[in-house]
């Protein structure tokens, strides 16, 4: 069965660019989060889809937004980048949405702004 | 402020030796998670405490849920290199998003 998986793998972009990431969650998962994670220290919660829904989102400006598609992948837009938007990207997705259910993680895009 | 703080940050020790870490919040949690991420990998879940003083084993690590479940601990016997990586802890807030620790970075020398 396959796993999470995230494109692009690396993204390099400048100030003040956009920048798209891709998810695809494990087949009948249907809830999917997206993570920050800079430096290689603890991830910063920033979306969570379900059913096509955001459910939440972290403590992140507007431009950081996404969508849930009807397939259940989703997509993370990034507006407007700026050189602390440098981070490694993580999406996971869960069977249980909301609940004490274990989230399964790609292996990341990571966003370098230049 | 981090609702899941994490000690040590950075712990490098010998090969064969033991170590423990910390999970500490001001918060009760229904659950908590507990994760390893390797370099160019996503986190794997270990293991999930449900229960006040909860322990479990995975092999040469025993995982401890506190009695007031604010807080957790990770203990490793014997480390081995392949035991090197990013260990995080995690609880849900609020039922709603798992929200994760700042991690404590494992350094095992051969």
């Known amino acids: 069965e396959a796993g999470v998986t995230q494109s692009p793998t690396h993204l390099i972009k400048t100030r003040g660019q956009q920048a798209t990431l891709r998810c695809s969650p494990i087949s009948g998962h249907t809830s999917v989060y997206w993570y920050q994670q800079a430096l290689g220290l603890g991830l910063q919660f920033l979306l969570w889809y379900d059913e096509g829904e955001e459910r939440n989102r972290g403590n992140f400006p507007p431009r950081f937004s996404g969508r849930q598609f009807p397939n259940y992948s989703s997509e993370l837009n990034v507006n407007a980048l700026e050189l602390e938007d440098s981070a490694l990207y993580l999406c996971a997705s869960s069977l249980l949405a909301g609940a004490t259910g274990e989230l399964f993680f790609g292996e990341g895009s990571r966003l370098t702004v230049l | 402020t981090q609702l899941l703080e994490q000690s040590p940050q950075f712990l490098s020790i010998q090969e064969g030796e033991n170590l423990t870490v910390y999970c500490n919040s001001s918060s009760v949690f229904s659950s908590l998670q507990w994760y390893r991420q390797e370099p160019g990998e996503g986190p794997v879940l270990l293991v999930t405490v449900v229960t006040g003083g909860e322990v479990k084993k995975l092999k040469r690590l025993t995982f401890q849920f506190g009695d007031a479940r604010k807080d957790s601990s990770l203990h490793i016997t014997a480390a081995q290199p392949g035991d090197t990586g990013l260990y995080l802890c995690?609880?849900?807030?609020?039922?709603?998003?798992?929200?994760f620790g700042q991690g404590t970075r494992l350094t095992i020398n051969p």
């Open positions: 995690a609880a849900y807030q609020g039922a709603q998003k798992l929200v």
